[in-house]
């Protein structure tokens, strides 16, 4: 399927304290918003980086199952500039979940998928974004895939490059950021009897910057609450956070995120979604 059968849109969501959001939209040509889109939404929103839609050879995968593919720039970005980044770190790092949440109401909202067929996929910094969005709205998703991520925030300081995050997250020694810390820490807001998405976890034994003890112990906790969907842990060995891996082990880690969210939501072979004539 050639990649003039695509094209990109820039939509807004709106966030809780107002804010606009952009969500760039990569969606087939013709596409009827009927909300019966399988439909994955990613971002990072952190230390300033820049987030644009570009074609890769995952996101090629999921356009030719029929999957929408968005991307939100978030606050924590750089988009916007230096005060776009402010607006999402520290004391202010909620304002990013909240932003995600809107861009995936807003795609809901639009009709350009349900709940039942929306997935969100996120790595590092993106991760601890996942665990954030499942955690505060577990309702509102149908399947994660959340990479090296960062997820219990009270102890992110005491990792070997623990200290390089402290100017973006905060430190628990300031009680003011200890809170906010504390508010949004994904693992310290995992409860039992919560219904949440499945959700796929991947690792790296050698991860230099993530410690791989976040995505394990998220892994146990999540698993010990007797959630009726699957959560799973994919551990790369001697390699971590994209580092070291043989390109066979990308290829494998590929295969195994991308069927897992074509699975989850229902993707099909590429031939039966929807066109305008």
């Not at 690792?203 to 112990?217: A, E, F, L, Q, Y």
Request: with cysteine; aromatic share 8%; net charge negative.
């Amino acid at each position: 399927m050639p990649t003039s059968d695509f094209e990109v849109v820039r939509e807004f969501a709106t966030s809780k304290d107002g804010a606009k959001v952009p969500v760039n939209i990569i969606r087939r040509k013709g596409l009827v918003l009927d909300a019966s889109h399988p439909t994955v939404l990613t971002g990072y929103g952190g230390y300033g980086v820049n987030i644009t839609p570009y074609m890769s050879i995952n996101t090629l995968i999921l356009l030719q199952h029929g999957v929408v593919f968005a991307e939100a720039n978030l606050r924590g970005g750089g988009e916007f500039g230096e005060q776009w980044h402010e607006q999402g770190k520290l004391t202010r790092k909620q304002n990013v979940f909240d932003d995600f949440a809107a861009c995936a109401e807003h795609l809901i909202s639009r009709k350009y998928t349900q709940v039942s067929k929306l997935g969100i996929i996120g790595g590092s910094n993106g991760g601890l974004l996942m665990g954030a969005a499942f955690t505060q709205h577990p309702e509102l998703y149908r399947a994660v895939v959340s990479e090296v991520g960062i997820y219990d925030m009270l102890r992110v300081e005491l990792s070997p490059n623990g200290a390089f995050n402290v100017t973006e997250f905060g430190t628990v020694k300031e009680a003011d950021q200890f809170r906010a810390l504390y508010a949004y820490s994904p693992y310290h807001h995992v409860h039992d009897g919560t219904q949440y998405p499945a959700i796929l976890f991947t690792t790296g034994d050698n991860d230099p910057r993530v410690d791989p003890m976040n995505s394990r112990k998220m892994t146990a906790r999540l698993q010990a609450t007797g959630t009726r969907q699957p959560v799973l842990l994919r551990t790369s060995s001697k390699a971590g956070h994209g580092i070291g891996s043989s390109r066979d082990e990308q290829i494998s880690l590929a295969a195994d995120v991308y069927a897992f969210l074509i699975h989850e939501l229902g993707g099909d072979n590429g031939s039966s979604a929807r066109m305008d004539q």
